[in-house]
């Protein structure tokens, strides 16, 4: 099992950038996949980013890929969503979520094993 907990949230204008965080504890982190969803009021949990247990490989929603970023450090226990030019369309719960199966079908969240509790994120104009 691994335990993970989301931070970096907050409220920042349009055209502004925010970095969340997960750190893992418990089993080896560096054995899950991870990835990141968002969720709007109202609206289905929805798919950012996914990376490989390395990091080496990422994925992204296609609306998202040119300015979310995925990264990770397993020293540290930590996956990372970097967020530039922000926009309301964005305000969200994020959450990262670890797949220990190394799901092929990264963007559907009923494949991840764990979640963290999720931050928000609200982006003004």
């Known amino acids: 099992q691994v335990q993970l907990v989301e931070s970096g949230g907050g409220t920042v204008q349009a055209g502004g950038s925010l970095r969340l965080s997960c750190e893992g504890s418990?089993?080896?982190?560096?054995?899950?996949?991870m990835g990141w969803f968002h969720q709007a009021p109202g609206k289905e949990r929805e798919f950012v980013a996914h990376?490989?247990?390395?990091?080496?490989?990422?994925e992204y929603a296609e609306s998202l890929k040119d300015r979310f970023t995925i990264s990770r450090d397993n020293a540290k226990n930590t996956v990372y969503l970097q967020m530039n030019n922000l926009n309301p369309e964005d305000t969200a719960v994020y959450y990262c979520a670890a797949d220990q199966t190394w799901t092929m079908n990264y963007w559907n969240h009923s494949k991840y094993d764990y979640w963290g509790q999720g931050t928000q994120v609200t982006v003004s104009t």
């Open positions: 990376c490989n247990w390395s990091g080496h490989r990422t």
């Open positions: 418990g089993r080896m982190f560096d054995s899950f996949a």
